[in-house]
């Protein structure tokens, strides 16, 4: 790396604490995402599905620890009166604020003193979302399922789905990032830290496609072509 570039992620970092630190608005928090670079323009195809000419890659701003501890607490500040007992998110997109969500939690009632355990959901060989690795629920145990960014919400039901099948109990769903308009409705009460409203369309609606334009595909999901 030369001397401009590391003179640059250095003010880069310096932008990023200092907007972290004031973070208590949605313009901080999405002037947070930009200067991290975590808001991209082209032609994305989401996990989804859907087209969109903007991709919120939430993992840029993660990949920092001290930055996701403060945007976890700042979600998990959401679900005052929730008595969560878990955190349950799908993997991979959920995994990161889902642990830093329950590291801010209080510890269950009971709990061995490692704190609110953080559990994943992740695909297995049919592309179905499964607790996998040893993780389990008891029954009734209080979750709160967390996910990145909600585009149609499919990933965050999913899970709550399988949390049920589980025996667990979920009382509510969190986000980073609502990017559906409001549109969404889950069967349990739903926070976001930041409604971000984006234009999104099926592939055969997508005036991106309809100029020539092919799709990258920048999620952690692999999603077949043509879908």
């Keep these: ?33 930009e200067t991290a670079g975590a808001v991209r323009r082209g032609h994305f195809e989401l996990s989804s599905g859907l087209h969109s000419g903007i991709y919120v ?35 991979l997109g959920g995994l990161i604020i889902g642990q830093e969500v329950a590291r ?22 049919g592309g179905m979302l499964t607790l996998r690795r040893g993780f389990n629920l008891a029954d009734g145990q209080r979750v709160l399922v967390i996910e990145d960014v909600w585009t149609t919400g499919g990933s965050t039901l999913e899970t709550i789905h399988v ?11 969190g986000a980073l990032i609502d990017r559906s308009g409001g549109r ?3 069967p349990v009460p739903s926070e976001a830290l930041l409604e971000l409203p984006l234009d999104s369309f099926t592939p055969a609606e997508c005036p991106l ?12 999901r692999f999603v077949p072509a043509g879908r």
């Excluded at 990023?16 to 004031?22: H, I, N, W």
């Excluded at 490692?114 to 959901?121: D, N, Q, S, T």
């Design 209 to 220: 496609c309809r100029q020539g334009s092919t799709p990258a595909k920048p999620g952690s």
């Design 104 to 125: 801010a939690l209080p510890q269950p009632a009971g709990a061995s003193g490692g704190g609110c355990p953080a559990l994943f959901v992740e695909r297995d060989a």
């Design 184 to 186: 969404i409705e889950f």
């Design 57 to 91: 890659q939430c993992a840029v701003v993660l990949q920092y620890p001290r930055y996701a501890e403060r945007l976890g607490a700042a979600l998990a500040a959401l679900f005052p009166d929730a008595r969560v007992e878990a955190v349950v998110s799908p993997a």
């Design 163 to 173: 949390v049920q099948e589980a025996g667990g109990r979920v009382v509510a769903a």
């Design 1 to 33: 790396m030369t001397t401009p570039q590391v003179a640059a992620r250095l003010l880069r970092l310096k932008r990023l604490g200092t907007l972290l630190g004031e973070m208590n608005t949605r313009d901080q928090f999405l002037a947070l995402l």
